[in-house]
DNA sequence: CTGTTAGCGCTTTCAT
DNA sequence: ATGAAAGCGCTAACAG
């Protein structure tokens, strides 16, 4: 039993038990079509009988392609990456892809590692959010196929989720409310979605006139949001645009800690739309597409590793306010 | 630079250019103290500078281990899984294993796929919460070395969360809040911690004399929980025990919807601790293990892959009840 | 249609 | 301490 777990039966042996050649037992799998159809049916029966099962490592090494792709993410507890790494995974078995997840910590470094450590043992990777600098991207994009996602760099393919429309929406609404002074609550500083929302937030603040003040955190937590509180509260601001669903919760979370009742009292608006409709009360966001955004990439690398040059493909997403209960007229 | 992007550099090349032998440059990485330390030196200095990276897939051919593990689960998107997708990444890093992700959508036969798809290419696998039948589960292990995660099948190493004694205190906190009628909102029948669950819940609540009905969903949604309200409330319940935070999340949606008020009118449990405090009101759950799980199914793996023989091993976790706000008296 | 012959890039005895 | 040579299991020209 110990020997059957082993190894287990090669090409070979199916092919002097059947008769013929390895490479005649090799086309029964790979082309089937350059057999007669007797010969194929000889060569699967007898293989079967031996249960012969095709190693993937030996075809890899043979001929340079392993079926596989990586899928870097910073976080896979952040709840905008299941949905995202869901649907990645299950436009890669369209292809017949397996696909190797690899986890960044929100680490800068960590993430170069694992781009070194996964890039031996696939056909392309698909690097989500990356906290890494554009060089090391950049450097990382010229030994093997690569796409970004939420992450601007000329040349690499990328989907990008312009959320930087939904949370223009968000500021617009929050002055149709009647707010006057509002927070942006920040996230990691590299990035892009970070950036952008940030930007959007301060350029819609000033065309309506209103006064938008910034608040930084490092990393996108729960305890982050909570934080925040204290610091939002000081600015005499009476909402909070968040730079994603997660820190909204913990804002909403430190708020109610401090008896201030949303939305009545304060109003606040989460990005991603991660949470869903999950939450009680349910949040006010802007929509995520993170999903779509999984798919688009992997479908994106595909064509990379078919076509090799894909040309400067920027792959955007829409997104838009989705109001829901967490924001009402100012107090 | 295509050429630079194609293959790679050789192992030979390497050699040629440092003027020694190939099996030296293999030494010079895999058994460095059998080479004088100059000629490690002098061979790794112009590795760099070829840019020489080890062929992972080459390797394995040669050797017959490729440092790759499975991790498969149901959903992705659940957070119960996250915390232990991360955990059993981060212990498969301090072994240098790369982690293959596999999302079962929930179906048996999917997972059957999955496993076959995959283990062509792992040295062992973990698989958490399978669907699938003991009798496919024990076809793959004993063609590949396997670890369970919440699932009983005796012969297969395994770690238990063990919600049994959470689930039964938790029947006992609301016994002791007063309440006389209380529903189980059931999981995934194939899913081993909920028949657990169940049992718990009903032997407890027997034995401390409360009526106890069970509503079965087939997967474990916010939707779900949400369709079940209508039933639970139609059985004159006064809380729910549910198969999961999710469909807890639902629960209290659906009560929200229709004016019941939580928790003055209707208590509700969770299980799991997935979503820890990030809701308002804070969920009354089970305690989850989620991470500690991931952690030590892949060290289990670990000693497998090592020992071969690790007996019958039943790594079991023990949980309790985490009383927050969605509980309190009878009404 | 099918067999022969080289490798893919690396590890590993076996010599030296 | 280092080199030479033989594969690991499979695919891919190239012949017939």
Redesign the pocket.
């Known amino acids: 039993m110990p020997a059957e777990r082993k ?6 042996q ?1 092919a002097e038990a059947a ?9 029964a ?3 089937p ?8 049916d000889h060569i699967k029966a007898v293989a079967k009988r031996l249960g ?4 993937h ?3 890899a ?4 392609r392993n079926g596989n792709i990586a899928l870097i993410v910073p976080d896979v507890a952040n709840p905008f990456f299941p949905p995202l790494i869901r649907a990645a995974q299950a436009e890669a078995e369209r292809s017949d892809l397996c696909v190797f997840l690899g986890n960044s910590e929100e680490d800068a470094e960590k993430e170069d590692k694992l781009l070194g450590r996964l890039s031996s043992q696939v056909e392309g990777v698909v690097l989500a959010s990356p906290r890494l600098s554009d060089e090391r991207i950049l450097a990382h994009a010229s030994r093997k196929p690569m796409v970004l996602i939420n992450r601007n760099v000329e040349g690499i393919p990328r989907v990008l989720i312009d959320s930087g429309t939904g949370v223009a929406e968000a500021t617009r609404h929050l002055a149709e409310l009647g707010h006057k002074r509002i927070v942006y609550v920040s996230g990691p500083s590299a990035s892009w979605s970070n950036k952008q929302r940030r930007a959007a937030a301060r350029k819609t603040a000033t065309a309506l006139g209103l006064e938008l003040s910034v608040i930084s955190a490092s990393v996108p937590s729960f305890e982050a949001g909570l934080q925040a509180v204290p610091s939002i509260l000081s600015r005499k601001a009476t909402a909070a645009i968040a730079f994603d669903d997660v820190m909204a919760q913990g804002i909403l979370a430190g708020l109610a800690a401090r008896g201030v009742s949303v939305p009545a009292d304060f109003s606040v608006v989460g990005c991603d739309d991660a949470l869903g409709a999950l939450m009680v009360p349910v949040l006010t966001t802007v929509s995520g597409q993170s999903a779509e955004a999984g798919k688009v990439s992997v479908s994106l690398l595909m064509q990379l590793l078919q076509s090799d040059a894909l040309g400067d493909a920027c792959y955007m997403l829409e997104t838009h306010l989705i109001a829901r209960s967490t924001t009402s007229a100012a107090p």
């Open positions: 190894g287990g039966v090669t090409i070979s199916v008769g013929v050649a390895r490479s005649s037992v090799s086309r799998y790979t082309k079509h350059m057999l007669s159809p007797e010969t194929v012969y099962v095709p190693n490592t030996a075809r090494l043979s001929t340079g």
